[in-house]
């Protein structure tokens, strides 16, 4: 059985914080940037949102290499799908499941991946055959590297995730938001987290998908530079200087 | 252990219930959870234990049970065999991989040519023990609810008597064990099939 004396763990870029949510809008990604080895800031400027397809989206949290690796692999299944299914695009259920396969076969090797699988499809309510027509009911699933696979409409995967759990949480209405609202309650949540968390920093990232147009990325910030800390920061460092 | 499952026999039907909630250390990721599989159109499994095990295990012996009744020219296999089937592939995982989930599996036996048909309970640990039996529970749930089992099940139970005998053991549960389930789904079956009886929140897909 794997794991029987194995060497000493290694370091992996761990701390972070992810989160999603869907609303009437589409469904909202945010995340921070930084990958953590330990106590050092390994960087700054990681990207921890990574397309499947025009439409799907997967988020890193965990072991950097990990995610990358596997939802990279994800990418290439959805791709092939794509091209042997006549055009018609691999759906959120199967490419989650997909992914928590593997996951699941591998969950004696100390995989360390906890992902959210997010997007639009053909196959939800209201979807008709041709496959012109988009679906707009959305999916978000959670996978992770002990092959738990849950399908929800709100995530956050992360060290800081009960940070942004808190400020997601307690807005009330939020599936009727507008969209700029939703971008902002994701940047607000992910910035809480950043500065209660150690392990969470860089920039913020939002993307949303929507059903017509897929994903884009809708936002970045990086926290640092952040208008009123950096003129605090401008002012300490005058004074003192 | 967290998961609570328990299930109960009655005239004519097996009720299996089981809390809805999922998660892990101090997060609760979801609480509308179905942890309760169909096996066939005349069986359930309702499960205790991690979710990539519940959903890999409950696919692959229903799945496996469906590839025998259509390999075999429609052949049912009765509960008993499909709980000896789940048995036997948790006994030969233990060494290798095992499948870490404590489950009960219900199910209705249509009676041969016109007789009536007989329900069965079977209790499986995660070690491939089975056991059948008249009511039982998984996890925690066991400590809590084996008395008010041991003191309110008889025989020839009707449908109405059995719900209220697992509405005392939700309550009991609510009540007294430290982790908060609130919602609680219930599936039932007898000659017409699996069905819902009622659950907390509307489950998940999957």
């Given at each position: ?6 060497p000493p763990p290694l370091e992996f870029a761990h701390g972070t914080t992810t ?12 995340v921070d940037s930084r990958a953590s080895l330990g106590s050092f800031v390994g960087s700054k400027t990681t990207q921890k ?11 890193m949290a965990g072991g950097a290499a990990d995610c990358q ?41 100390d995989?360390s991946v906890g ?43 992360g060290s800081g995730s009960?940070f ?26 992910i910035?809480?987290a950043t500065f209660r968390d150690a392990y969470s920093g860089g920039y913020i ?17 990086d926290i640092a530079r ?16 | ?206």
């Amino acid at each position: 059985m794997p794991s029987q004396r194995s060497p000493p763990p290694l370091e992996f870029a761990h701390g972070t914080t992810t989160l999603s949510f869907a609303f009437q809008g589409g469904i909202i990604a945010a995340v921070d940037s930084r990958a953590s080895l330990g106590s050092f800031v390994g960087s700054k400027t990681t990207q921890k949102v990574l397309p499947v397809s025009s439409h799907i989206l997967g988020t890193m949290a965990g072991g950097a290499a990990d995610c990358q690796h596997w939802i990279r692999a994800l990418k290439k299944e959805a791709l092939l799908h794509e091209l042997t299914e006549d055009g018609r695009r691999m759906s959120v259920a199967r490419a989650s499941r997909i992914l928590a396969n593997h996951l699941y076969a591998l969950r004696g090797y100390d995989l360390s991946v906890g992902t959210m699988i997010m997007g639009y499809d053909d196959h939800g309510i209201n979807s008709k055959d041709d496959h012109d027509t988009r679906s707009s009911t959305p999916y978000i699933y959670y996978a992770d590297n002990t092959g738990l696979r849950i399908q929800g409409d709100i995530f956050a995967v992360g060290s800081g995730s009960t940070f942004a759990l808190g400020i997601l949480d307690t807005e009330e209405n939020r599936y009727n938001l507008s969209v700029d609202e939703a971008v902002a309650l994701g940047i607000k949540a992910i910035r809480h987290a950043t500065f209660r968390d150690a392990y969470s920093g860089g920039y913020i990232n939002v993307f949303l998908i929507t059903p017509k147009d897929g994903w884009r990325k809708v936002y970045t910030e990086d926290i640092a530079r952040n208008p009123e800390i950096w003129k605090a920061l401008q002012t300490e460092i005058n004074e003192n200087s | 252990m967290a998961d609570t499952v328990f299930g109960i026999t009655y005239n004519g039907g097996v009720i299996i219930a089981a809390d809805q909630s999922n998660g892990r250390s101090i997060l609760t990721y979801q609480k509308n959870l179905d942890k309760i599989a169909k096996l066939t159109d005349y069986s359930m499994m309702g499960v205790s234990g991690a979710n990539s095990d519940l959903v890999q295990f409950t696919q692959y012996v229903s799945k496996n049970i469906n590839l025998y009744e259509i390999s075999n020219e429609g052949t049912k296999l009765s509960t008993h065999a499909q709980a000896n089937f789940a048995r036997g592939e948790l006994a030969t995982a233990i060494r290798k991989g095992p499948y870490q989930v404590n489950v009960l599996i219900g199910g209705y036996d249509a009676g041969k040519q016109g007789a009536p048909g007989s329900v069965s309970l079977y209790y499986l640990d995660y070690f491939g023990a089975l056991h059948k039996v008249k009511y039982g529970a998984q996890g925690y749930a066991q400590y809590f609810c084996a008395s008010i089992f041991d003191r309110e099940y008889k025989e020839n139970l009707t449908e109405e008597e059995a719900i209220k005998i697992l509405g005392k053991c939700i309550l009991e549960m609510k009540t007294r064990f430290m982790l908060s389930q609130p919602n609680f789904i219930m599936k039932k079956v007898d000659k017409d099939g699996v069905s819902v009886l009622s659950f907390g929140e509307d489950p998940a897909d999957t």
